[in-house]
């Protein structure tokens, strides 16, 4: 089949959901969705053919069970298709619909007609490769967080550390962030980002996305303080960030950290004490979590 492209479906426990985007997305994968299946999760995700064979398929299925044996999770179910050209792009798309998140905020997939009206701040997006859509528990617990941080008043600078398709920084701008700084390692998710904030009409200079990691955003910052962080990534990648992301915080810097699951959220808190932080709420939906927390 010329131009055509693996439809990889993958039924899985709620708690791998974000371990297994980031296996898809370092694997090359497309256009990724979620939706709930009873008590479990169906993932689909796309990849050109001319990327990947048989076996490749065969050795992500491997490491995805070996993902869910080190986390002591049940073994996802895997399942792969070629279809044609003309059908990719428009499959995973048919399960995504309008999500109101918190009270304000209004996550609009780009595709759709422009709603005449609506009392929420719209958010339009078109993922791509990028992960988040608003539709996953950390994204969501997230822009809940953003919007009671961003309500009271502190429209300072943000930093978006691995800003994937860009969502939260674009929520932090809509709720009213002076400046938003979103990085990310994925040039993919640069680009995401980048589309998102043009398709969203916020400017180049209030939403600076650039491909990296902490380091880069302190020459982007020319190492001046940031008001607020943002990190939606994996938790053992957050441990990692948190001595670094403390560099960038002033004495009033709070932080939303997620992409967190219950059980790692002590070792998170450990971390962030050794570095002066002062976990101010946590929240939890299902087996995720998110930090609010601020300098102490």
């Given at each position: 089949m010329a131009n055509s492209w693996w439809e990889i479906k993958i039924l899985c426990d709620s708690a791998l959901e974000d371990l297994i985007f980031w296996r898809l997305e370092k694997f090359g994968c497309r256009g990724m969705s979620s939706e709930i299946k009873g008590n479990s999760h169906l993932l689909c995700s796309y990849l050109p053919q001319i990327e990947a064979q048989l076996l490749d398929l065969a050795a992500l299925s491997l490491w995805l069970r070996q993902d869910a044996l080190t986390?002591?999770?049940?073994?996802?179910?895997?399942?792969?298709?070629?279809?044609?050209?003309?059908?990719?792009?428009?499959?995973?798309?048919?399960?995504?619909?309008?999500?109101?998140?918190?009270?304000?905020?209004?996550?609009?997939?780009?595709?759709?007609?422009?709603?005449?009206?609506?009392?929420?701040?719209?958010?339009?997006?078109?993922?791509?490769?990028?992960?988040?859509?608003?539709?996953?528990?950390?994204?969501?617990?997230?822009?809940?967080?953003?919007?009671?941080?961003?309500?009271?008043?502190?429209?300072?600078?943000?930093?978006?550390?691995?800003?994937?398709?860009g969502i939260l920084s674009i929520g932090a701008v809509l709720l009213g962030a002076k400046k938003v700084y979103g990085v990310d390692i994925d040039p993919l998710a640069v680009r995401s980002a980048r589309s998102n904030r043009d398709l969203n009409q916020i400017s180049a200079q209030q939403m600076v996305v650039e491909r990296g990691s902490i380091d880069k955003l302190q020459k982007l910052t020319k190492n001046q303080l940031v008001d607020g962080i943002l990190c939606n990534i994996l938790a053992e990648v957050i441990i990692d960030l948190i001595p670094d992301m403390s560099a960038l915080a002033g004495p009033k810097t709070w932080g939303i950290l997620s992409g967190i699951l219950l059980d790692q959220a002590k070792s998170i808190a450990d971390i962030l004490e050794q570095y002066n932080w002062v976990v101010a709420a946590l929240w939890k939906r299902q087996e995720w979590c998110c930090f609010n927390i601020r300098r102490s």
């Open positions: 986390l002591g999770q049940p073994i996802p179910m895997m399942h792969w298709r070629l279809i044609d050209e003309e059908d990719w792009a428009s499959n995973w798309k048919q399960h995504w619909q309008p999500q109101d998140i918190g009270d304000k905020l209004l996550i609009y997939p780009a595709w759709l007609p422009v709603p005449e009206l609506s009392e929420r701040l719209l958010l339009r997006l078109d993922p791509g490769a990028a992960f988040g859509t608003g539709t996953h528990s950390t994204t969501q617990l997230c822009l809940e967080a953003l919007e009671m941080r961003l309500g009271d008043g502190s429209n300072g600078v943000v930093a978006d550390i691995g800003c994937g398709s």
